[in-house]
């Protein structure tokens, strides 16, 4: 694992923390065995239990849970979970659950819009850049001034999608230097680029005795090494500019578990 995992003041003793479930049964394009593999390790290294989910969500499969966390869930068409699933999930959150809902770049959020509906956020089936090179910093305004965020001062994203959530709390804003395109015309390619105004990055929210927390850019929590055209390319907190990221990571995990 080529990325930094540790945790210099671990919130909780050794694997007695909180039960987080990494969801894996929606066709995930990240889960603990794959790309958010050094996403669960940190977790593990701050004391919280890291577990995979590989079945449908419902009552059984949400007791216990302190915190569920659905990353970029895939399907053929339309919603990744039943009208039964997001009942349920609904309920666990209004019962005193937390949900880490993320969706990334389109198609990812037709997959998960159903979701995010069901607590009030529209997700934009979009590409998001950022011309900043993917960073957001406190000054430029990207980076919200919230308990959350603590001292971080400059996190790193790698584009990703957007959504609009009146009722929730935003971290991270899509600012000036972001830009939005869709599906081009004729199915093919991208359209030209639009403005951002409005888009949020990362928010949370209080749900009845529960907690969320939205993000709209999944390789954040990711330490990646891909290759491009013939280079590698470190996408991630392992990757330059993002050495905040873990600490802004385990904010929000601290946050949704209620150990802030």
């Known amino acids: 694992m080529d990325a930094d995992v540790s945790v210099a003041a671990p919130r909780f003793e050794a694997d007695s923390g909180p039960n987080v479930l990494f969801d894996g049964a929606h066709q995930n394009l990240h889960t603990i065995d794959t790309g958010y593999a050094p996403f669960a390790q940190l977790l593990r290294n701050d004391g919280l239990r890291v577990n995979a989910n590989d079945n449908v969500f419902n009552d059984a499969t949400l007791e216990n849970v302190g915190l569920l966390i659905v990353a970029n869930a895939e399907a053929e068409s339309?919603?990744?979970?039943?009208?039964?699933?997001?009942?349920?999930?609904?309920?666990?959150?209004?019962?005193?659950?937390?949900?880490?809902?993320?969706?990334?770049?389109?198609?990812?959020?037709?997959?998960?819009q159903d979701l995010a509906s069901a607590f009030g956020a529209e997700w934009l089936n979009v590409y998001a850049d950022n011309t900043h090179d993917?960073?957001?910093?406190?000054?430029?305004?990207?980076?919200?001034?919230?308990?959350?965020?603590?001292?971080?001062?400059?996190?790193?994203?790698?584009?990703?999608?957007?959504?609009i959530a009146p009722g929730m709390r935003p971290l991270l804003r899509a600012g000036?230097?972001?830009?939005?395109?869709?599906?081009?015309?004729?199915?093919?390619?991208?359209?030209?680029?639009?403005?951002?105004?409005?888009?949020?990055?990362?928010?949370?929210?209080?749900?009845g005795d529960g907690r969320i927390a939205f993000f709209a850019e999944g390789a954040m929590f990711s330490a990646q090494i891909l290759a491009f055209d013939g280079r590698t390319r470190l996408v991630g907190f392992n990757a330059?500019?993002?050495?905040?990221?873990?600490?802004?990571?385990?904010?929000?995990?601290?946050w949704l578990v209620r150990a802030d």
């Open 176 to 207: 000036e230097t972001w830009s939005l395109q869709t599906e081009g015309e004729t199915g093919q390619g991208l359209s030209d680029k639009f403005p951002a105004d409005g888009c949020l990055i990362g928010a949370v929210a209080e749900i």
């Open 78 to 112: 339309g919603s990744a979970f039943s009208e039964e699933e997001i009942a349920a999930v609904r309920q666990y959150v209004e019962g005193g659950g937390a949900l880490l809902l993320i969706a990334d770049h389109m198609p990812y959020p037709l997959a998960a």
């Open 134 to 163: 993917g960073r957001m910093t406190r000054r430029s305004g990207d980076l919200v001034d919230d308990p959350i965020t603590g001292d971080v001062t400059r996190i790193r994203t790698f584009g990703g999608s957007c959504f």
């Open 240 to 254: 330059p500019h993002a050495g905040q990221n873990t600490t802004f990571i385990l904010n929000v995990v601290h």
